[in-house]
């Protein structure tokens, strides 16, 4: 656990890491979902780059499931190497084994480096990725 927090705390990452003991909790917790599972890469026996992915069950779509990637990374002095095309390769296939009719992921803005890197491997920009900061605002505005 203390390896995958590590990546996070990459420029163009999170600025504050978990700490290790509400990390785990969070780890157990997203173990008790059916399909939501935090996978990571190695290299020699490091832990070089992580992802989550959740497939989720739809109403929608006549029922088809859908993949979400989240928390993608790479460690900083091993991007390029193909180790982030190797997880979201990994990734696909798992959606594809599942039925999923897409797999999704967003970027935050400033991340245009994780951007060009999702559009050489196929990714489309689709649709529009709007949020509710919650840390920040407690209610809808009213129109």
Same mark, same amino acid.
């Given at each position: 656990? +203390? =390896?995958?927090? @590590?990546?996070?705390?990459? +420029? ?6 978990? +700490? ?9 917790? !997203? ?11 190695? =290299?020699?026996?490091?832990?070089? #780059? *992580? ?5 989720m069950d739809n109403l929608a779509h006549m029922? *088809? +499931? @859908? #993949?979400?990637?989240?928390? %993608?990374v790479v460690k900083e002095d091993l991007q390029g190497q193909g180790i982030g095309?190797?997880? !979201?390769?990994?990734? &696909?296939? &798992?959606?594809?084994?599942? #039925? ?5 992921? @967003? ?7 994780? =951007?060009?890197?999702?559009? *050489?491997?196929?990714? %489309?920009? =689709? #649709? ?11 209610? %809808?505005?009213?129109?």
């Open positions: 656990m +203390p =390896h995958i927090l @590590s990546l996070y705390s990459q +420029p163009e990452m999170d600025e504050e890491i978990l +700490p290790l003991e509400r990390a785990k909790e969070i780890f157990y917790k !997203m173990k008790s979902y059916p399909d939501y599972r935090v996978y990571v890469a190695t =290299h020699q026996g490091e832990v070089v #780059g *992580t992802f989550a992915l959740l497939i029922g *088809t +499931p @859908s #993949g979400v990637v989240e928390d %993608v095309k190797q997880m !979201m390769r990994f990734a &696909l296939d &798992l959606c594809c084994k599942k #039925g999923c009719y897409k797999m999704a992921l @967003s970027s935050s803005l400033k991340r245009e480096r994780a =951007h060009r890197f999702y559009e *050489t491997l196929g990714f %489309v920009k =689709h #649709g529009y990725s709007f949020l509710i900061d919650c840390r920040n605002k407690t209610e %809808v505005k009213d129109v």
